[in-house]
T-cell receptor, first 114, second 115 residues
Framework: SAVISQKPSRDICQRGTSLTIQCQVDSQVTMMFWYRQQPGQSLTLIAT?????????ESGFVIDKFPISRPNLTFSTLTVSNMSPEDSSIYLC???????????FGEGSRLTVL | AQTVTQSQPEMSVQEAETVTLSCTYD???????LFWYKQPPSRQMILVIRQEAYKQQNATENRFSVNFQKAAKSFSLKISDSQLGDTAMYFCAYAGGGSNYKLTFGKGTLLTVNP
């Protein structure tokens, strides 16, 4: 298993601002994933972040809105840009666990946009 | 595209009793993985149990077991001897057999264990 730390754990943001969420893993991992969990909803994959290459975004998510950095094998950031109340969600970082298809998750970052 | 359906938004069970959470999925792949994740009020997603589609034997992890019916595309979770700490949102998830680790989640079932 992997220990994943996210910062901030929660924040309240003003409309139009941007916020960067950090994800730190206690071991080197090739693939990191960012998910969004809107209030009362399931998890939706935003993008896959591989070290040394640009993130791959899922349908409905774009780099201008959710820029991602992956500077090394233990760290990644997700920025939520020009926030609106619709961006109020929990954002979760996750990493792959070996070759069994499972993912390990951080505790998530709960963002509230006013 | 794969879909995962959890038809029970909420369930409750008395402590020490057994409860079964339902999950169905749709896929055209023959090799894949299925998971049950637990999300307690503290928010951290935790893997409960995993099933490889090529294995006929149902996975078990202590009080947790699954009923995997591949032909019916059904993957239910049985929790025996329910404990108060089992209170959480439970998500069923699907991952294809490739190495892309993309999980498709169901909408979740909120399980409440009552004393």
């Amino acid at each position: 298993s992997a220990v994943i730390s996210q910062k901030p754990s929660r924040d309240i943001c003003q409309r139009g601002t941007s916020l960067t969420i950090q994800c730190q893993v206690d071991s080197q991992v090739t693939m990191m994933f960012w998910y969004r969990q809107q209030p009362g909803q399931s998890l939706t994959l935003i993008a896959t972040a591989n070290q040394g290459s640009e993130a791959t975004y899922e349908s409905g998510f774009v780099i201008d809105k959710f820029p991602i950095s992956r500077p090394n094998l233990t760290f990644s950031t997700l920025t939520v840009s020009n926030m609106s109340p619709e961006d109020s969600s929990i954002y979760l970082c996750s990493v792959a666990g070996g070759n069994t298809g499972e993912l390990f998750f951080g505790e998530g970052s709960r963002l509230t946009v006013l | 595209a794969q879909t995962v359906t959890q038809s029970q938004p909420e369930m409750s069970v008395q402590e020490a009793e057994t409860v079964t959470l339902s999950c169905t999925y749709d896929t055209s792949e023959s090799n894949y993985y299925l998971f049950w994740y637990k999300q307690p009020p503290s928010r951290q997603m935790i893997l409960v149990i995993r099933q490889e589609a090529y294995k006929q034997q149902n996975a078990t992890e202590n009080r947790f077991s699954v009923n995997f019916q591949k032909a019916a595309k059904s993957f239910s979770l049985k929790i025996s001897d329910s404990q108060l700490g089992d209170t959480a949102m439970y998500f069923c998830a699907y991952a294809g057999g490739g190495s892309n680790y993309k999980l498709t989640f169901g909408k979740g079932t909120l399980l409440t264990v009552n004393p």
